[in-house]
């Protein structure tokens, strides 16, 4: 069980701490603990709830009127009215309360929703990047536990890898051909899913290695696939020190081919090789592959 102070609170659902001691002292929506000196402490069951409040009232409700209403009533409430094309900030909310109450279901409900109004890609960047920045600062804080954090990946890894399956088949003769893979012990993949299925709405062709491959291993596959871009992603793995390093063997391994590479760890000062590109945001590889889309071998 994790516990928040009152400006984790602000910061996790965006309503202000003078607007959430009003409807404290006013309505009861919440009920926290107090430290020997009087300091107000949150559990989960109170972000939860005050995440459903949040969502209710940026809708138009009456606080009065969302105050009377049970925790099964507020979850109901929020799924229902869960419609309107570009209520980012609602459903951001909506599926941080039903991950932290473990509701699978309503999860599964939220992400459908979602993906069937506003198509894959853009409800992976407008609801699904800022939901597990929510989600990072929690982890830092020590307020989401792994079980709840596995959750909601599995569920975003498969719509991304049903998204990217529904997809039209590429000829790799025709099309800009990418190997996507992430370094050996790198198990982070949400981000490499995506890029995947947006290479391919985009007509380029993917061969898709996953987590954790030996770098090695990627002579074979240039010598025989002959891509014309690698991208990986590094979020934990390699060791901040041995970056460079790293990064270093990949284009010694696949000469004359492009190399993109995003993450965090993409992001230290390290000297690029030649034809080495650091990606800073996830628009920056959108624009990357809007710009070569279809292109054919040269």
Same mark, same amino acid.
């Given at each position: 069980?994790?516990?928040?102070?009152?400006?984790?609170?602000?910061? =996790?659902?965006?309503?202000?701490?003078?607007?959430?001691?009003?409807?404290? @002292? $006013?309505? %009861? +929506?919440?009920?926290? *603990?107090? &430290?020997?000196?009087?300091?107000?402490?949150?559990?989960?069951?109170?972000?939860?709830?005050?995440?459903?409040?949040?969502?209710?009232?940026?809708?138009?409700?009456?606080?009065?009127?969302?105050?009377?209403?049970?925790?099964?009533?507020?979850?109901?409430?929020?799924?229902?009215?869960?419609?309107?094309?570009?209520?980012?900030?609602?459903?951001?909310?909506?599926?941080?309360?039903?991950?932290?109450?473990?509701?699978?279901?309503?999860?599964?409900?939220?992400?459908?929703?979602?993906?069937?109004?506003?198509? =894959?890609?853009?409800?992976?960047?407008?609801?699904?990047?800022?939901?597990? @920045? $929510?989600? %990072? +600062?929690?982890?830092? *804080?020590? &307020?989401?536990?792994?079980?709840?954090?596995?959750?909601?990946?599995?569920?975003?890894?498969?719509?991304?890898?049903?998204?990217?399956?529904?997809?039209?088949?590429?000829?790799?003769?025709?099309?800009?051909?990418?190997?996507?893979?992430?370094?050996?012990?790198?198990?982070?993949?949400?981000?490499?899913?995506?890029?995947?299925?947006?290479?391919?709405?985009?007509?380029?062709?993917?061969?898709?290695?996953?987590?954790?491959?030996?770098?090695?291993?990627?002579?074979?596959?240039?010598?025989?696939?002959?891509?014309?871009?690698?991208?990986?992603?590094?979020?934990?793995?390699?060791?901040?020190?041995?970056? %460079?390093?790293?990064?270093?063997?990949?284009?010694?391994?696949?000469?004359?081919?492009?190399?993109?590479?995003?993450?965090?760890?993409?992001?230290?000062?390290?000297?690029?090789?030649?034809?080495?590109?650091?990606?800073?945001?996830?628009?920056?590889?959108?624009?990357?592959?809007?710009?070569?889309?279809?292109?054919?071998?040269?």
């Amino acid at each position: 069980m994790g516990y928040f102070s009152i400006s984790d609170l602000e910061q =996790l659902s965006g309503v202000k701490a003078h607007t959430i001691r009003i409807w404290e @002292q $006013r309505y %009861g +929506i919440l009920q926290p *603990a107090r &430290t020997a000196t009087n300091i107000r402490t949150y559990c989960e069951d109170d972000l939860r709830r005050l995440l459903n409040v949040a969502t209710l009232c940026d809708r138009g409700y009456r606080i009065s009127k969302v105050a009377s209403l049970s925790e099964e009533e507020l979850s109901a409430a929020v799924l229902a009215g869960n419609d309107a094309a570009h209520n980012y900030c609602q459903r951001v909310n909506g599926l941080l309360a039903a991950m932290l109450a473990m509701d699978e279901c309503q999860l599964v409900d939220l992400l459908n929703q979602t993906i069937q109004q506003l198509g =894959l890609e853009e409800a992976i960047l407008r609801v699904a990047y800022p939901f597990l @920045q $929510r989600i %990072g +600062i929690m982890w830092q *804080a020590g &307020t989401v536990n792994p079980a709840q954090e596995h959750l909601i990946t599995n569920l975003l890894r498969q719509k991304m890898l049903a998204g990217t399956d529904a997809l039209p088949p590429v000829s790799p003769a025709s099309a800009r051909r990418w190997v996507l893979f992430l370094p050996e012990r790198e198990m982070h993949e949400l981000a490499l899913l995506f890029m995947n299925y947006v290479l391919r709405a985009r007509r380029h062709h993917v061969l898709y290695l996953g987590q954790n491959l030996p770098a090695a291993e990627l002579v074979a596959v240039c010598a025989s696939y002959q891509p014309h871009a690698l991208l990986t992603v590094m979020t934990a793995v390699p060791e901040r020190d041995e970056v %460079g390093h790293f990064v270093q063997q990949l284009r010694s391994y696949c000469p004359g081919t492009e190399l993109y590479l995003y993450g965090p760890l993409a992001q230290l000062d390290f000297p690029l090789p030649p034809e080495t590109t650091r990606l800073a945001l996830i628009t920056d590889f959108i624009a990357l592959a809007d710009a070569n889309a279809g292109a054919a071998e040269a």
